[in-house]
Nanobody, 120 residues
Framework: VQLQASGGGSVQAGGSLRLSCAAS?????MGWLRQAPGKEREFVAG????????YYTDSVKGRFTISRDNAKNTLYLQMNTLQPEDTAVYYC?????????????????WGQGTLVTVSS
């Protein structure tokens, strides 16, 4: 599977961004990971193959929404009420063989990331 994330940028705290990820190949459960400067990559959100089930890390619940359009082979992450601690490179990733991706170890491949910078 090939993945290409886009939509990152710079916003002020409280702002919003929508990330997109174009995917090719088979349909898998997917998700978003992020890596802040000097920190390990962490799980942000996951979604089942059908899109019927979604999962979030606690720090983004109620602010971020993951969704997918399988007809367009596209994954999304709507990010609202962004905070400086959300600053990171965001990666979309695929989770082959996983029905409910909830941790970073569920993901086997990811594409180039897109940088999100949130200023206070």
């Amino acid at each position: 599977v090939q993945l290409q994330a886009s939509g990152g940028g710079s916003v002020q705290a409280g702002g919003s961004l929508r990330l997109s990820c174009a995917a090719s190949g088979r349909t898998y459960a997917m998700g978003w990971l992020r890596q802040a400067p000097g920190k390990e990559r962490e799980f942000v959100a996951g979604i089942s193959r059908s899109g019927g089930s979604t999962y979030y890390t606690d720090s983004v619940k109620g602010r971020f929404t993951i969704s997918r359009d399988n007809a367009k082979n596209t994954l999304y992450l709507q990010m609202n009420t962004l905070q400086p601690e959300d600053t990171a490179v965001y990666y979309c990733a695929a989770a082959p063989g996983i029905e409910a991706p909830r941790t970073k170890v569920d993901f086997r491949s990811w594409g180039q990331g897109t940088l999100v910078t949130v200023s206070s």
